[in-house]
């Protein structure tokens, strides 16, 4: 198929073919008329959808079924553009405002997640091949590109903290992170597993201020606070017994 919108609002569809001999043919397949210009068209994966935005302020979702308009989702501007992710869960929407719109397909294409673009007015968005994150251009020389899911954190190493966290140092083997939170309170913690693990905790004075860095061969950490510095040292391994 083949889509194609025009600035009189009309929006027509198209069966398109190549012959044996490498001549190609169109044929009518289906006609819609909008309020106004169509400014952006796109397809669903699977081609079941296709979205029209345009200067009628609406995002226009047809049936390729039954070539029929089974949803409009109006928005406050001209939507300028349209585009669907590779998997087909979400489409992206934006136009004259500095913001984009994730649509949930699945979800009856409500907004899941608004995206300010910082001036930036979109023209155009393209999704990662893994659907990772969308990439926004407009009318502006910059390119944002923003993270859609959190495919690039690593399973199992997350926690939440119960204080805001001042401050974070990896060892520079990465076995183990310092962590350091707004109530005082300083952890330890071992990576090496697929989770967090308190080696050793302490708790500092400080006056919101706290800094912390390992020695280049990871053996010390120094931990800056309020009035004091402290040193931490591992203990190496003897036995059976693991180094802390």
Request: with cysteine; glycine share 10%; aromatic share 10%.
């Amino acid at each position: 198929w083949l889509a194609v919108g025009v600035a009189s609002g009309e929006l027509f569809v198209y069966n398109f073919w190549e012959k044996p001999d490498g001549e190609v043919e169109l044929s009518d397949v289906s006609k819609f008329q909008f309020d106004d210009s169509v400014l952006d068209l796109a397809w669903s994966p699977d081609g079941k959808w296709l979205y029209a935005g345009g200067e009628d302020f609406r995002v226009t979702i047809i049936d390729t079924r039954y070539w029929q308009v089974v949803h409009r989702i109006h928005r406050d501007r001209w939507v300028q553009c349209v585009s669907s992710s590779h998997g087909g869960t979400h489409i992206a929407v934006g136009g004259v405002n500095s913001e984009v719109s994730i649509l949930d397909v699945k979800n009856g294409w409500n907004s899941v997640m608004g995206i300010d673009l910082k001036g930036l007015v979109p023209l155009s968005a393209e999704w990662h091949p893994k659907d990772h994150a969308i990439a926004l251009t407009g009318q502006s020389e910059s390119v944002i590109v923003v993270e859609t899911t959190n495919a690039r954190h690593v399973r199992g190493h997350h926690l939440r903290a119960s204080s805001p966290i001042l401050a974070i140092e990896f060892s520079p083997d990465g076995r183990l992170v310092l962590i350091g939170n707004e109530s005082g309170v300083v952890t330890l913690f071992s990576l090496s597993k697929s989770s967090f693990e308190v080696v050793y905790e302490m708790a500092v004075t400080f006056n919101d201020r706290l800094s912390m860095c390992w020695s280049r061969n990871g053996v010390y950490a120094a931990v800056g606070s309020k009035d004091a510095i402290l040193i931490l040292g591992r203990r190496p391994p003897s036995g059976n017994q693991p180094e802390s």
